[in-house]
């Protein structure tokens, strides 16, 4: 089992550009979810896909889009980016209400 | 809605001795409540976690945690620390249904030889 896999590892950008973050949920799973950790801080809830509909959302701007396919794979999209959205992205997988399990991130970085 | 409060951020600890990490939430609704552990350049792994039952919980790598619903806390505890235990720690609540988890800033803890 891969586990949670996301794509690229890291990634820079240049401010005002679009950036698309990959996630492959763990085998089974059908819930995704995305967070963004800023250096030194916890993470912090972006939004949740189940069933290709995003079901929940945290404190973020239109600016962060996403998308859920067939398989339970998920896309993190991010335009018009700022200095402020340099951080590392966390994608996580679960079974509807089940324990979540983590991905080991990508890190963007915004210039 | 939830927060969570931990009460350190850099927590030094020499090898084999014990540590405490402490974490306080608040929330209007009943919560589940779990701690986590990222090592550098990693995402986050389950410790363990509170759903229900005995408040005391016993999670992996011989840490342990316990519930204490009346002064909102979910400290976790390690009686003989290692080097590789070298990581932040994070502590998370989310509510009973539906799995948004909230987190709290992170305990840094550094094992010195």
């Known amino acids: 089992d891969a586990g949670v896999t996301q794509s690229p590892t890291h990634l820079i950008k240049t401010r005002g550009q679009q950036v698309t973050l990959r996630c492959s949920p763990k085998?089974?799973?059908?819930?995704v979810s995305w967070y963004q950790q800023a250096l030194g801080q916890g993470p912090q809830f972006i939004f949740q896909?189940?069933?290709?509909?995003?079901?929940q959302r945290g404190n973020f701007p239109d600016r962060f889009s996403g998308h859920q396919f067939p398989n339970y794979s998920s896309e993190l999209n991010v335009n018009a980016l700022l200095l402020g959205d340099s951080a590392l992205y966390l994608c996580?997988?679960?079974?509807?209400?089940?324990?979540?399990?983590f991905g080991q991130g990508t890190r963007l970085t915004v210039v | 809605a939830q927060s969570v409060t931990q009460l350190d951020s850099q927590v030094p600890v020499f090898e084999e001795a014990p540590v405490e990490l402490r974490c306080n939430y608040s929330s209007s609704v009943s919560v589940y409540l779990f701690w986590y552990v990222q090592y550098p350049n990693q995402g986050l792994q389950l410790l363990l976690k509170y759903l229900s039952g005995s408040t005391l919980v016993k999670g992996i790598n011989g840490f342990e945690a316990e519930f204490n619903k009346s002064q909102t806390s979910f400290h976790l505890r390690k009686p003989s620390v290692h080097i590789s235990d070298t990581a932040e720690y994070f502590c998370a609540v989310r509510k009973a249904a539906g799995n948004k988890l909230t987190f709290g800033g992170g305990t840094r803890v550094l094992v010195k030889p």
């Open positions: 996580a997988s679960s079974l509807w209400e089940a324990e979540a399990f």
């Open positions: 896909y189940y069933e290709e509909e995003e079901r």
């Open positions: 085998s089974g799973h059908d819930t």
